[in-house]
């Protein structure tokens, strides 16, 4: 049997340009973002702050990515859990980012 290297070539090339294609540095997705924000129930602190609360307000969040990741997986306080990796993974963390930077103020 004799293997037709061709076509065989062709597709491994289609196939690793597509790979790479996807695999390119990831901008955060903002809607993605939405949902963890949600789904970790981080609006349930910085949310509904009432006066005199410690709770930073994040409607004019304008954090680096870097700050925000470090702030994510160890905040400065004990108020805020710690979001470590196997809860936030860097891909959701940096979903997470887009959104508090593209996002209007909660009405
Ligand atoms: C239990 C309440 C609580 C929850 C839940 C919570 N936070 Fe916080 N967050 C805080 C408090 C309080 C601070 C102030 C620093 C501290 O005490 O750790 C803070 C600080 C921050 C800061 C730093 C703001 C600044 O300008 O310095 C960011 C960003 C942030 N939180 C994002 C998030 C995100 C994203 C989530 C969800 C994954 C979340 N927080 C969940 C209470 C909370």
Redesign the pocket.
């Known amino acids: 049997m004799r293997l037709n290297t061709l076509p065989v070539f062709v597709f491994t090339f289609l196939l690793t340009m597509f790979a790479a294609g996807c695999g390119g540095p990831s901008a955060g997705d903002p809607e993605n973002g939405a949902r963890?924000?949600r789904r970790?129930?981080?609006a349930?602190?910085?949310e509904n702050r009432t006066a005199g609360s410690?709770?930073?307000d994040?409607s004019g969040?304008t954090?680096s990515f870097r700050r925000?990741r470090a702030?994510?997986r160890k905040?400065?306080?004990?108020?805020?859990?710690a979001?470590g990796p196997e809860r936030?993974a860097d891909k959701e963390a940096a979903d997470?980012h887009a959104w508090?930077r593209d996002r209007r103020r909660d009405p």
């Open positions: 963890i924000y970790l129930r981080c349930a602190c910085h410690t709770v930073p994040l969040f954090l925000f702030i994510l905040p400065s306080g004990a108020a805020m859990p979001y936030v997470l508090l």
